[in-house]
């Protein structure tokens, strides 16, 4: 919601807003930047829905019970969701570029935002993370770049079902995993996308994105791959380190090649980076300009994000919260010394519910014989949502596929026990979404650590 808002603020809109976390006294740094940026803030108590003109926006955590909800349907206000609203921007804009996919939308929208900003067409720029690339003193959650441009990207979500309201110019699909829906409605909701777009970027490395590039009859397809070498734009010369990727990439059509270097560790995030650099061309930068431009990109929030290190102990701040990304942040960092102590905190009980399975496979495979995962209850801030099924049904499975895990009361025991664990060499992951306040934790953690 709040680069949504920042958008509108930047398009000389009055907005207005309210949010639990405010009421609660949560993430007050996030409140003071978008009051300083002209929005107004109020209790979500219904004080600020006064006018039958105002617009009521909600995301999908707002309940049709809370005050701000029930006084807008008294006073008769026009209402949208979250997606609704964005979508009308993503349609309307002269040339639009959305980013879907289970795992790597966010990554990948920045580096495209960034691309087309360091190459001057001055994009419009959505996205559900903190773009490095854009934080200043005065903008330090820049989630949302404001252009004059006539481009806008976007990551859209596919979690309710309202990628169908999306028609971009420009549609990027990197993967396809279970999340939130089943495999046969994700894969009915990505080909309808797909087939909305005047050009489709697709992965041929995620064998649910390839399946879609065979059948679907696309006009304008354009494919990436870090292996088959019949994509439109491959990967070759691959080269892995700690604190970055590199390799040559060719584009078929052209034969030109450009050697991309990106400061983000992992073949995922050297995946994101083909999937910009094909988004970006067909915006009409060349191949040579955005390799050139990715040389300066340098992140996102919370992907990977390393918190600092004490007394030979790396702490990490991380996204990862369904399968795959669970899966890419594990096999990232064990190309690389150190045993992983991992705090995941799940993100919600429904998702748990419905990746049970999939999430005790995911740590049984990916964590390593002396590894250890510590997970406290799934984050939750309010609402009606069946809490029967926790955290220890993960952790019992993952203990029954001969892996360490520990399903402990409260975050803060997990934190307790991490700092007990703790030994030189050890890297310590804080992982899971929807809580801003696990950077904190992350950051306590680090203290911790090099105060023992």
Known sequence: MLPLALILRGEGFEVEGSDRSLDAGRTAAKFEFLKRRGVRLHPQDGSGVRDPSQILVTSAAVEDTIPDVAAARRLGCAR????????????????????????GKSTTTAMIGWILYATRRDPTVMNGAVMK???????????????????????????????????????????????????????TLFAAFLSRARTSVLNLDNAETRRLAETLAL??????????????????????????????????ATGEQARVCVQTPGRHNLSNALAAIAAARACGVSLREAAQALM????????????????????????????????????????????????????????????????????????????????????????????????????????ARNRRAEALPSRAACGDRLVELAEPGDVIIVMGARDDTLSEFAADILRRVGEG
């Not at 949208?80 to 996919?101: D, I, K, Q, Y």
């Not at 404001?146 to 699909?173: M, N, T």
């Not at 290190?309 to 369904?322: C, E, G, K, L, P």
């Open 296 to 399: 300066g990109f340098v992140g996102i929030r919370r992907r990977l994000e390393v918190v600092g290190s004490a007394r030979d102990i790396v702490v990490i701040d991380d996204f990862a919260h369904n399968p795959d990304k669970i899966a890419a942040t594990l096999s990232t960092l064990h190309q690389f010394p150190g045993r992983l102590l991992v705090m995941w905190q799940p993100h919600g009980y429904g998702p748990i519910r419905l990746m049970k399975e999939a999430l005790v496979e995911t740590f049984a495979e990916h964590l390593g014989a002396r590894d250890v995962l510590l997970m406290p209850e799934p984050a939750y801030f309010g609402g009606t949502v069946d809490r029967s099924i926790g955290s220890s049904a993960i952790a019992e499975g993952v203990v």
């Open 80 to 103: 949208l969701s979250r997606p609704e609203l964005l979508a009308r921007l993503v349609n309307a804009a002269f040339m639009s570029v959305a980013v879907a996919g289970t795992s």
């Open 219 to 252: 006009p304008d397809m354009l494919t990436y791959s870090l292996e088959d070498p019949g994509a439109a734009f491959r990967a070759s010369d691959v080269v892995s380190a700690p604190d970055g990727m590199s390799c040559i990439v060719a584009e078929r």
């Open 133 to 187: 690339n854009f934080v200043s003193l005065d903008a330090p959650f820049a989630s949302a770049l404001v252009g004059e441009g006539d481009i806008f990207v976007s990551e859209v979500d596919e979690s309710d079902g309202s990628i169908a309201l999306y028609r971009p110019s420009v549609a990027v699909l990197n993967n396809i995993a279970l999340d939130h829906k089943s495999m046969e409605e994700l894969r």
